[in-house]
C-alpha cells in the first residue's frame, strides 16, 4: 500500500504557523512580484478566489480588511517542509518526496489493519511539532493515493485519513473523481477525453485496454492500469527529472546588459546547485527573455538559444559559463525585459558522466568541482547559521550581491522566522 501525504493549503498553513491570530481567517499567498494568488485558505476559496487570479482583482478586499495577502517566502516554506518531511521519513522506512508540499510513504510491513491508526497518528503528529495540517490517502497504487488525498483533505469526516483498501472504495471513489482531476490526465489531456465522452475516472477504467492504447500513449494506458489497482510507476518515480528550470519575472522591466548578466548569473547558478544536490549534471543550458506582452506600446522580443556542452557538467563555473555564452548570442539593446531565465537538460547521474577522447581538461574538471561543493558547503553552513544571504554568501564575480530574491517585489513578505536570527519570532 501507498500513502499520500499532502500538507493543505501549504503556503498559507506556513503563514498561520507563526500567525495563529489568522486561523479562520481569509488568507492568500502571492506568486514572485506579488503577480497573482498562488495559495488560498478554505474562507479565501468560498469568498471565490479563484487560483491564479491577478492581486489587482482583489487587492480591494485586502484594502477593506476583508483578506489578507502574503508574499511568497520560499525560505520559510522550505524550512517547514523539510521539518514534515523529516517526520515523514522517521515514521517510514522508504519516503518519496514528489514536491514541497507532498511525499509518497511506503506501508510495506504494516499490517492493513493498523494503517489507519498509524496514519492518523502521523497527522496529529506532524500537527503538534510542525504546525501544518496535512492529510493522507492510502491505496494500493500511487494514483489511486492521490485520488484517495483529495478525499481526505475535502471531507471532514475522514479526520484527515482515507483508506480506500477495497474495490468498493475504488469505484465509488473514481465514479465521484471528474477526469481532469487524475494525477497523470490533467489539463492536457482532459479536453481530449472529454470529446470522447469520458468524464469520470470510473468512465476511463470501464473502457477497454485496447481503447486505451489506440487513443492514448504508454503513460495513458499507464494511469488505466494504476486506476484499475495494479501498481506500475514504480520505475518512473525512479526516473531522474529531465530538465531543471530557474526562471524570475521582475519588479521592473529592465533594458541594462549589465544587470541582466548578474540575473542569468544567479539563476544558472541555482540550477547548478540544484543539479549538484541531486547527483546530476546537464549536457543542455537554455537561456531566454522575455518583454512585457502585457505593453502593445513597447517592442516584443521572446528569444532562446541552447548551448551544448561537450561534456555533461554540474559545477556554477560551467553552467554559468554557458548560461552567459547562450545569452550574449541573444541579448538585444533597445528592448526592455520583464523576465528571463535558465534550463537545464539533457540530465545524467554525475557519477555515469563520460569524458571525451580529445580536447577535454579532466585536470579542470576535478578543480571546478571541488570549488562547486566548497561554494556549497560554505553557503548551506552560512543559511543554517541565520545569515540573510546564506545561500549566495560564496558566488562568482558575474552573480548579484545578496540574497537571490533581491529585486522582487515581495510588499506583503512574512518575517524568516525559522532560517534568520535577525527575523525570529519575538515572545511579549
Known amino acids: 500500500m501507498y500513502a499520500l501525504v499532502d500538507c493543505n493549503n501549504f503556503f ?22 506579488d503577480g497573482c494568488v498562488v495559495s488560498r485558505s478554505n474562507e479565501a476559496k468560498a469568498m ?20 489578507v495577502a502574503f508574499s511568497s517566502n520560499y525560505a520559510l516554506y522550505g524550512d517547514l517542509s523539510n521539518r514534515v518531511m523529516s517526520l515523514l521519513a522517521d515514521a517510514v522506512p522508504e519516503i518519496e518526496i514528489y514536491s514541497i508540499d507532498e511525499a509518497f510513504l511506503h506501508l510495506d510491513g504494516i499490517p492493513l489493519e493498523k494503517i489507519p491508526g498509524f496514519c492518523r ?26 485520488i484517495s488525498s483529495h478525499f481526505a483533505k475535502k471531507y471532514k469526516g475522514y479526520k484527515g485519513v482515507c483508506l480506500m483498501d477495497t474495490d468498493e472504495k475504488r469505484l465509488k471513489a473514481l465514479k465521484l473523481t471528474p477526469i481532469d482531476d487524475v494525477w497523470g490526465i490533467g489539463r492536457r489531456l482532459a479536453p481530449k477525453m472529454l470529446a470522447k465522452n469520458v468524464r469520470t475516472a470510473l468512465d476511463f477504467v470501464q473502457r477497454p485496454k485496447e481503447w486505451v492504447a489506440a487513443n492514448f500513449n504508454v503513460n495513458g494506458i499507464r494511469t488505466w492500469e494504476e ?34 548578466i548578474l540575473r542569468v548569473s544567479d539563476f544558472a547558478a541555482m540550477c547548478a546547485h540544484k543539479l549538484r544536490s541531486e547527483g546530476s549534471a546537464a549536457y543542455d543550458v537554455t537561456v531566454f ?20 556542452l561537450e561534456v555533461a557538467a554540474s559545477s556554477t563555473q560551467e553552467i554559468v559559463g554557458a548560461a552567459l555564452k547562450a545569452f550574449r548570442t541573444i541579448y538585444r539593446p533597445g528592448y526592455r525585459y520583464k ?7 539533457g540530465i545524467v547521474p554525475a557519477d555515469e558522466v563520460q569524458g571525451v577522447i580529445f580536447g577535454f581538461d579532466e585536470d ?7 570549488l562547486s561543493k566548497v561554494i556549497d558547503d560554505v553557503n548551506a553552513a552560512a ?12 558566488r562568482l564575480a558575474t552573480q548579484r550581491p545578496g540574497h537571490y530574491a533581491d529585486g522582487i517585489r515581495s510588499e506583503f513578505r512574512s518575517p524568516l522566522y525559522s532560517t534568520s536570527i535577525d527575523e525570529i519570532i519575538k515572545v511579549r
Request: hydrophobic content about 35%; overall charge positive; some cysteine.
Open 289 to 308: 527573455l522575455l518583454t512585457n506582452r502585457f505593453r502593445n506600446d513597447l517592442a516584443q522580443y521572446f528569444p532562446s538559444v541552447t548551448v551544448r
Open 12 to 33: 498559507v498553513s506556513c503563514e498561520r504557523v507563526f500567525r495563529p491570530d489568522l486561523d479562520g481567517k481569509p488568507v492568500v499567498v502571492l506568486s514572485n512580484n
Open 364 to 370: 579542470l574538471r576535478r578543480k571546478q568541482d571541488r
Open 227 to 260: 486506476l484499475r489497482g495494479k501498481a506500475c510507476l514504480e520505475a518512473e518515480m525512479e526516473d531522474r527529472r529531465k530538465s531543471i528550470s530557474t526562471s524570475r519575472s521582475f519588479a521592473d522591466m529592465l533594458d541594462d546588459e549589465k544587470e541582466l
Open 48 to 67: 471565490g478566489i479563484a487560483m491564479g487570479v491577478p492581486f489587482y482583482k482583489v487587492k480591494g478586499y485586502v484594502d477593506e480588511g476583508q483578506l
Open 339 to 345: 523576465k528571463a531565465g535558465v534550463t537545464v537538460s
Open 121 to 146: 497518528e502521523l497527522v496529529q503528529k506532524i500537527g503538534r511539532w510542525v504546525g501544518v495540517p496535512v492529510s493522507i490517502g492510502v491505496a494500493p497504487t500511487k494514483t489511486l493515493a492521490k
Open 383 to 394: 543559511e543554517a547559521s541565520g545569515c540573510a544571504s546564506g545561500n549566495s554568501l560564496l
